[in-house]
């Protein structure tokens, strides 16, 4: 995927606002160097609309289709570091987004097994994730089986938005 950054001065201020993220990041306790690494090579301008790349690097949330948004970067860390995500395990995200979570937990983890129920976002997201060429990410496999392979659990919608019958058959059985 091919972006089109004409303006120069856009490039400089999207290095300088990627280093203000990395650094706000440790601020804000962020202190494995695996996920402050992993977020600073990842472009989260291929997860947003252009009109929004240069505001890309900022920590900050930014919208996407269906109403939903690209989480603040600091979430995104937070998450990933609070679950202690290893090279050896299988996560599953539920709320696939634009990508960007999965992006980078694929960077991390063994394989991401990630779900969306909007088709719009599901069928972006799989198409970005393969020109990007995530790897270790999957979208399109059976929630029976995706279930049976996860180490670690990552819910991105709040759980009001998640059908009831999601969390009566899969998730409390």
């Known amino acids: 995927m091919e972006k089109k950054n004409s303006d120069m001065k856009v490039n400089s201020n999207s290095n300088e606002n990627k280093v203000s993220l990395i650094l706000d990041l440790r601020k804000n306790g962020i202190n494995n160097p695996e996920i402050l690494r992993v977020i600073e090579e990842i472009?989260?301008?291929?997860?947003?609309?252009?009109?929004l790349y240069d505001k890309s690097n900022l920590n900050t949330a930014l919208p996407i289709d269906c109403g939903q948004t690209i989480s603040q970067p600091l979430i995104v860390a937070l998450m990933t570091q609070h679950l202690e995500v290893k090279s050896n395990m299988r996560v599953l995200e539920v709320g696939t987004g634009s990508g960007y979570q999965t992006m980078?937990?694929?960077?991390?983890?063994?394989?991401?097994?990630?779900?969306?129920?909007y088709k719009t976002l599901h069928q972006k997201a799989k198409e970005l994730l393969t020109?990007?060429?995530a790897k270790r990410s999957w979208l399109d496999l059976e929630l029976s089986q995706?279930?049976?392979f996860k180490d670690l659990f990552i819910l991105l919608p709040p759980l009001s938005d998640i059908p009831r019958q999601f969390l009566k058959e899969e998730l409390i059985n």
Request: hydrophobic fraction near 45%.
């Open 43 to 51: 472009d989260r301008s291929y997860f947003v609309d252009s009109h």
């Open 104 to 117: 980078v937990l694929s960077k991390i983890a063994k394989f991401v097994y990630t779900i969306e129920r």
């Open 131 to 133: 020109i990007i060429k």
């Open 146 to 148: 995706i279930l049976q």
